[in-house]
């Protein structure tokens, strides 16, 4: 891990089993699939859902500042506290609850390289037990702006040709299908990409057992063959934000951009958005151009 | 014998007071309890289109009628525990029971179990698929 630009947000399996009774770290799992943990997880890990911990209820938007706090106090986390995420999915959600973490501007964030698959080949120890930690004291501060991007500032950037990835599989980016393959319909009413983004699925980041690539490959992924530039705006999306969370974490963490955000309404906001322009087809500009919009006044 | 619809309605009721954990902990028992395919079944797993596409992950489904009786046999990745326990649920209530009677489970179960708070809307939607799914199998079978 050591040639990653921020090596120190990445531990191993072994890294946490080390730490498991470390009053300074505490694990949290988030997966896609909540029973999971309740199935097994590390030993005296605690869950953050990204669904029902992370998201408000009555606004679709991220749990506020007082909620946050509440969050980090009923899992024993303090403003000190290193916190290292792992999941299922290659981490997926991991990297969502990572980005919200940070989001709210807590320090000390890592994530558990491989996630559970890499806890499992290990043949590490999982527990059903149910964990519980004292409340602590946690306060946050506002909203990070420079990691999140709204649909205002996504057409804006689109517009000036900025650097955009679309992360999704190769199917839903040239606008074949509204879902990746295999997964329900989240209701985005069209198929295609946003105008100018460039395909680089996730699985591109990742081995198979869900540890990340080297950098000397990623760099040439992004870098070499596509031509980004460390220091340019770059925004990131996928579907819901969970897959380009990860993106997101292999761009600022192990490549060391700048400035990359996270659009987290992604396809189900952008798909649906009324006069936002939208490219089907292989090609970043579309292979049938769609309408550009009228005038648009922000 | 209880009705599909009875057997299912004290299934729910279980759950009924739970709390999230518990919940959890109650699907992930019904999870444990799913049987493995038997070699007949793993082999039409392998040329029959069983694969429900509305799920997240695989899922394979045979919704099947012998002398107006139903059985519901399933196969469920390890990593959903949470489709698994569902999918062992509906099996508990709907096995050796009418086929007729299937069409009678209602299509707020989800609701009445309280699943939505705990997993969230998106993550119900494929719940609700495999409901509707093996409703309309087993009305194939009754009518066919």
């Known amino acids: 891990m050591a040639d990653y630009v921020h090596p120190e947000v990445l531990v191993s399996t072994e890294w946490v089993a080390e730490h498991l009774s470390d009053p300074q770290v505490r694990i949290v799992e988030s997966d896609e699939d909540r029973a999971l943990y309740t199935q097994g997880h590390i030993p005296g890990a605690v869950e953050i859902d990204w669904a029902v911990d992370l998201q408000c209820q009555v606004v679709r938007d991220y749990i506020d500042r007082s909620a946050f706090d509440k969050l980090c106090s009923e899992r024993g986390i303090t403003n000190d506290t290193t916190v290292v995420f792992y999941g299922d999915k290659n981490n997926w959600w991991a990297c969502y609850a990572f980005w919200v973490f940070k989001l709210y501007g807590h320090k000390d964030c890592r994530i558990m390289n491989g996630g559970r698959k890499r806890w499992e080949l290990d043949g590490r120890a999982w527990s059903s037990e149910r964990v519980s930690y004292p409340r602590t004291q946690y306060t946050a501060p506002e909203q990070d702006a420079s990691i999140r991007a709204l649909r205002d500032e996504v057409l804006k950037h689109t517009k000036a040709g900025k650097q955009l990835l679309d992360v999704r599989s190769p199917e839903e980016y040239r606008g074949e299908r509204m879902h990746m393959p295999d997964y329900p319909n989240e209701g985005a009413v069209r198929g295609g990409h946003i105008p100018g983004a460039r395909n680089v699925p996730w699985p591109m980041n990742c081995h198979d057992d869900g540890t990340f690539k080297p950098v000397r490959e990623l760099e040439k992924l992004y870098i070499k063959e596509l031509g980004m530039k460390r220091r340019s705006p770059t925004i990131a999306y996928c579907r819901i934000g969970e897959r380009s969370s990860l993106t997101w974490f292999v761009l600022t963490y192990l490549l060391g951009f700048g400035n990359v955000k996270n659009y987290d309404g992604s396809w189900l906001e952008w798909g649906n958005a009324v006069r936002v322009p939208i490219a089907k087809g292989a090609e970043p500009g579309g292979s049938t151009a769609a309408t550009p919009a009228p005038a648009m006044h922000a | ?144």
């Open chain 2, 1 to 144: 014998m209880a009705s599909v619809r009875e057997r299912l309605d004290e299934l729910v009721g279980e759950f009924a007071d739970l709390d999230a954990r518990e919940k959890l902990e109650l699907l992930v028992d019904f999870a444990n309890g799913l049987p493995p395919l038997t070699a007949d079944y793993q082999a039409r797993k392998a040329i029959e289109d069983r694969r429900v596409h509305e799920c997240q992950t695989p899922v394979f489904l045979w919704m099947e009628s012998t002398d107006g009786s139903a059985r519901l046999t399933a196969e469920v990745a390890p990593e959903a525990p949470t489709v698994k326990g569902f999918v062992a649920l509906l099996a508990e209530a709907i096995n050796g029971r009418p086929t007729a009677d299937v069409a009678a489970i209602s299509d707020d179960v989800l609701d009445r179990m309280g699943l939505a708070d705990v997993l969230g809307i998106l993550r119900t939607r494929g719940l609700r698929a495999i409901v509707a799914r093996v409703k309309r199998g087993f009305a194939e079978q009754a009518a066919g």
